[in-house]
């Protein structure tokens, strides 16, 4: 199996329990105030359901997948809307990466590299359009 498939796997594990969701927020948000503050308005139980399909659109991306809606988000994340700096993505995906390490019980170390070497290319897609 190749990369891509083993995280897309990985994922349909993960999302099996809305928990994943609820647990990637605390932890990404637990990094950092200024992260924190940035969702005090928002209503984070549609905010994990917009995450989940944003993760889809991720793995995705890697398969090959049209960029349009990656760079939707790269549009609404960037300096002139919802103003995310480039560095906040390291945090992200590293909170990403304990969350699912947690949630998924095939977990390993080559795993969760895996992960990282099939979302970089569509989160820099996103950071870049900042
Ligand atoms: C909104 C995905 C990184 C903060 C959203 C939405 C999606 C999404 C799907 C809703 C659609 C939209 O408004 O465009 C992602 C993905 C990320 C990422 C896939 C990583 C590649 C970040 C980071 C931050 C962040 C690093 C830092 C704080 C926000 C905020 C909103 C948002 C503040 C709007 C919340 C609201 O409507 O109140 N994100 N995001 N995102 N994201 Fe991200």
């Not at 927020?25 to 359901?49: C, P, V, W």
């Amino acid at each position: 199996m190749n990369n891509t498939d083993l995280v897309f796997q990985s994922y349909g594990r993960c999302c099996r329990k809305d928990e994943f969701f609820v647990d990637f927020y605390d932890f990404f948000m637990s990094g950092s105030d200024t992260i924190r503050n940035r969702f005090l308005k928002t209503d984070m139980e549609a905010q994990r359901h917009l995450l989940r399909n944003g993760i889809m659109q991720l793995i995705l991306h890697a398969r090959g997948m049209s960029d349009r809606k990656l760079r939707a988000l790269g549009e609404s994340h960037n300096r002139n809307h919802y103003d995310i700096k480039p560095e906040w993505y390291t945090l992200w995906l590293e909170a990403l990466l304990k969350t699912v390490r947690q949630h998924d019980p095939h977990y390993t170390p080559e795993l969760g590299k895996a992960w990282r070497d099939v979302l970089n290319p569509g989160i820099d897609l996103i950071r870049g359009a900042y």
